[in-house]
């Protein structure tokens, strides 16, 4: 169902699509798998090889075509397989359909089963017609067929080109394509071609793809179901954020906040928080595109969606996955440890603070996943990179007294705006005991050890969100390495822009909207910005438009 919303949302309605289904389920032999998981060759059990065929074949179908174009159908199934694999071809030839296959190395019952095959040969046309009629031809040419022999293996082996005697080689094939060209079907059949040449133009590809909105719903449906069907991913986050949350729990379990180790310790706990967020997420995520990879190129290439829609709804069907398992790890850590107070706000920031960490980490993991070929490559640039972003984060180094060739970094680290929510929300109206004289007195005196200020909460935020933003736009302007491996760069590069940049908006920036509101209490603050938002969004996508 979710193939005949992508391929013919927009001819039929629901009632019409699911009758299509039905009967192509029907006339391609799959009712008996029909609720059957296809599943993945040699890792996950499913249907056969040959039912997966079919099911290829299947999706094809729903949009009724006239002509159907099968690159080798039989590679890589036995001879059974491979003979019921043309025999459903066979059948739907019968229908009124035009079916055109290449195929190598047919077994005699499967060549048999063809009304036409044609042979090309160093570039010629050696012969085009019905099978018997190419044992005749080869036989007029002095190259006769043993019995009980394969003709298919005979006419191979007589037009190939070998490189030990590739001149005999040529002159024998050249020979064998004069004989067919000047024989009357050779003729008959160039006559036709020419008449065709001279009355017919180019018939341009058609297809038309369905609604956005159709296209949205259907992806966004196929990757939830594909999350909810594969848990193994997501079992295994959960099972490691709450050992994660055990263990700081217990190993910052009721910090002293009154000594000047304990404000260490706890500061310590807050920037691990922030490094288990960032990288449990990033290197879960990195295998957004490989997985996935064969798909879209098929399914991109048959005009079904754009890679902008694709990535749109796989990045939103990771949202829930991506943000439950930090919420978890927070939850079991803040009690133990005994983190600022026990007040809404207070947990309300430090949650609201953990979801923009892990938003920025997966936008960052998708970026690199997409820009990378290969999921090695994305791990070996990852690592450097967050290692740059971490130290720059706060708590190796003090943000205010970095060197000025390197503090340009710090603005672009979520590590450095995680620690410093984090760190502001813990010791912000918290009351320091004070020990000794080299005990921090006050508790802004800890702010100040970081060079962090408490109204710099707000603008904390903002920079989280713009950090996502830019990475997805970034995205956007930089997928020409996706693009190169899909289809040669020929997405629209200001399609991508605009659909990444309203995504943000609606799904990453809207939320944030509402953290500050109920943070800062300041609805006025909130409509404001959302109004600026807005009037920014509208006049670069109308000045985007009016300069292309």
Request: net charge positive; glycine share 6%.
């Amino acid at each position: 169902m979710i193939q005949a919303r992508l391929r013919i949302s927009g001819q039929l309605t629901a009632r019409q699509r699911a009758d299509r289904v039905s009967f192509v389920i029907k006339e391609l032999g799959l009712a008996k798998c029909r609720n059957t998981k296809i599943g993945i060759s040699g890792i996950k059990k499913g249907i056969s090889g040959g039912e997966s065929k079919r099911v290829t074949f299947a999706a094809e179908l729903l949009t009724n075509p006239p002509i159907l174009f099968c690159d080798e159908p039989t590679t890589g199934l036995d001879s059974f397989m491979a003979e019921s694999i043309v025999a459903v071809l066979k059948n739907l030839a019968r229908s009124g359909k035009t079916i055109i296959c290449t195929i190598h190395q047919p077994s005699s019952q499967l060549y048999n089963l063809f009304d036409r095959v044609l042979y090309l040969a160093a570039g010629r046309v050696a012969f085009l017609g019905n099978p018997e009629n190419a044992v005749a031809l080869m036989q007029s040419c002095g190259f006769t067929c043993p019995r009980n022999y394969n003709p298919a293996d005979m006419i191979i082996e007589t037009l190939a080109v070998t490189a030990v005697k590739k001149e005999e080689c040529l002159q024998r094939v050249n020979a064998i394509c004069d004989k067919f060209s000047e024989s009357d079907e050779g003729k008959s059949i160039m006559e036709t071609v020419r008449m065709h040449e001279t009355t017919v133009g180019a018939y341009p590809r058609v297809r038309k793809a369905a609604p956005f909105s159709d296209q949205i719903i259907a992806l966004l449906y196929r990757s939830l179901i594909d999350n909810w069907r594969n848990p193994s991913l997501a079992r295994a986050k959960m099972i490691q954020k709450v050992i994660m949350g055990l263990f700081v729990g217990l190993l910052y379990f009721h910090t002293n906040r009154d000594t000047q180790s304990g404000v260490y310790n706890l500061n310590g706990a807050l920037f691990y928080l922030v490094a288990e967020l960032t990288y449990a997420t990033l290197f879960g995520i990195l295998t957004f595109m490989p997985a996935d990879y064969p798909i879209l190129v098929r399914e991109y290439h048959d005009g079904l969606y754009s890679v902008a829609c694709y990535y749109a709804t796989r990045a939103m069907s990771y949202v829930p996955l991506f943000t439950l398992d930090g919420f978890i790890m927070i939850l079991i850590s803040y009690w133990m440890v005994g983190f600022s107070s026990f007040s809404f706000l207070q947990v309300f920031v430090m949650f609201g603070t953990a979801l923009l960490i892990e938003q920025s980490a997966s936008a960052f993991g998708v970026m690199l996943s997409t820009v990378s070929p290969s999921y090695p490559i994305a791990v070996s640039i990852a690592g450097p990179l967050l290692t740059l972003l971490s130290l720059t984060g706060g708590l190796y180094a003090n943000v205010g007294e970095l060197p000025v060739y390197i503090s340009w970094i710090q603005y672009i680290s979520w590590f450095r705006y995680g620690f410093e929510g984090f760190v502001i929300n813990q010791w912000t109206n918290v009351t320091v005991s004070a020990v000794n004289e080299t005990a921090f007195q006050r508790s802004n005196q800890i702010l100040e050890q970081y060079s962090f200020d408490r109204n710099n909460l707000p603008l904390a935020y903002l920079s989280f969100r713009a950090i996502s933003a830019l990475l997805r736009v970034f995205r956007g302007f930089k997928y020409n390495p996706l693009r190169d491996r899909v289809d040669s760069v020929s997405l629209d590069s200001r399609q991508l822009f605009l659909a990444t940049l309203f995504l943000t908006i609606l799904i990453f920036l809207f939320p944030t909207i509402f953290v500050y509101c109920a943070v800062f209490s300041s609805l006025h603050y909130g409509i404001c910005l959302i109004r600026f938002l807005l009037s920014r969004f509208l006049d670069s996508a109308n000045e985007l438009f009016c300069c292309t």
